[in-house]
């Protein structure tokens, strides 16, 4: 059972250029969730998904797309990468109905734009 | 004003004490309260959660919560060097939409 699983884990991007933040759970969890970190900063919200087909803005959307054609894959595309989305990504999902929103955490994709 | 505020330290203490980790809060709507470990280059796992205000006893670990008060805390007693990691708060609230509302996290280091 590998839970929650980011690729790739590191990337460096020039300014301008596109990517796409893989996502993918095994847990047939419902909900899904991008998130950003900064030093200081804490987690932000990007985008979020209650299940296949449905997506939501976060926190702070700008400059992302997001699309869940399937349960399992949540991917995370940057169109016109900047420096200000230097980050660590993390993926996470979870099944609601607790009311606690317990999240199971990818790893994190650690993103330099230069 | 943040709505959750967390010290981020660094925090250093010897192998052995008590660790007291905390979180004040602005919106008196949270219900559900979370403590999340996050070692070094790994994502964040959930380590505690209480629902209101009251005591939760894990182990080593106790989380405490005092809705009155708007704060929280997690107590860690006889520290690791394992507990080596950055310790998240985070809080939610029934019908508040997806979001948890995260602390920026304080860093714990527990020495030999």
């Known amino acids: 059972n590998a839970g929650v699983t980011q690729t790739p884990k590191f990337r460096i991007l020039k300014i301008g250029q596109s990517m796409t933040l893989q996502c993918t759970q095994d847990?047939?969890?419902?909900?899904m969730y991008w998130y950003r970190q900064d030093p200081g900063m804490g987690l932000k919200l990007i985008y979020y998904?209650?299940?296949?087909?449905?997506?939501d803005k976060g926190e702070v959307p700008n400059g992302y797309n997001v699309s869940r054609s399937t349960t399992e894959d949540f991917p995370l595309r940057l169109e016109l990468a900047a420096p200000s989305q230097t980050s660590v990504y993390f993926c996470?999902?979870?099944?609601?109905?607790?009311?606690?929103?317990?999240?199971?955490f990818g790893a994190g994709s650690r993103l330099t734009v230069l | 004003q943040k709505e959750v505020e967390q010290d981020p330290g660094p925090l250093s203490v010897p192998e052995g004490a008590i660790v007291s980790l905390n979180c004040t809060y602005s919106?008196?709507?949270?219900?559900?309260f979370m403590w999340y470990r996050q070692y070094s280059r790994k994502g964040p796992e959930l380590l505690m959660y209480?629902?209101?205000?009251g005591n939760k006893e894990d182990g080593r670990f106790t989380a405490q919560v005092d809705k009155s008060s708007k704060y929280i805390s997690l107590f860690i007693r006889d520290s690791q060097p394992s507990d080596s990691a950055t310790y998240l708060c985070?809080?939610?609230?029934?019908?508040?939409?997806?979001?948890?509302?995260f602390g920026t996290g304080t860093q714990l280091k527990v020495e030999l």
């Open positions: 996470a999902s979870n099944n609601r109905g607790s009311g606690a929103n317990v999240l199971t």
């Open positions: 847990m047939n969890h419902n909900y």
């Open positions: 998904s209650v299940g296949a087909g449905i997506t």
């Open positions: 919106n008196s709507a949270f219900q559900y």
């Open positions: 209480t629902y209101s205000s």
């Open positions: 985070a809080m939610t609230f029934t019908g508040g939409g997806n979001k948890l509302t």
